[in-house]
């Protein structure tokens, strides 16, 4: 997906403390819906090419495959 979309890669471990705000605000069920990731995980940010008004934050963690993702904007019609 983040091939797909374009994607930006972020590295920065600043900006990872950034990274999915609602997600862990919502305290889901890290199991279903991990929120916690390390440095060496990928962190991706950006639009999606089919809704431009639409930022997605995309987490996956290595140590277990799992991804989280967050999006952000108007996924509908306007």
């Given at each position: 997906m983040a091939e797909a979309?374009?994607?930006?890669?972020?590295?920065?471990?600043?900006?990872?403390?950034?990274?999915?705000?609602?997600?862990?605000?919502?305290?889901?069920?890290?199991t279903v819906f991990p929120s916690q990731f390390s440095p060496d995980d990928w962190y991706y940010v950006?639009?999606?090419?089919?809704?431009?008004?639409?930022?997605?934050?995309?987490?996956y963690r290595n140590a277990d495959g799992k991804f989280t993702a967050q999006i952000f904007g108007v996924t509908g019609p306007s």
């Amino acid at each position: 997906m983040a091939e797909a979309h374009h994607l930006k890669r972020m590295d920065d471990p600043a900006a990872h403390k950034k990274f999915l705000p609602q997600v862990r605000a919502w305290k889901l069920n890290d199991t279903v819906f991990p929120s916690q990731f390390s440095p060496d995980d990928w962190y991706y940010v950006g639009r999606l090419k089919t809704m431009p008004k639409v930022v997605i934050e995309l987490v996956y963690r290595n140590a277990d495959g799992k991804f989280t993702a967050q999006i952000f904007g108007v996924t509908g019609p306007s």
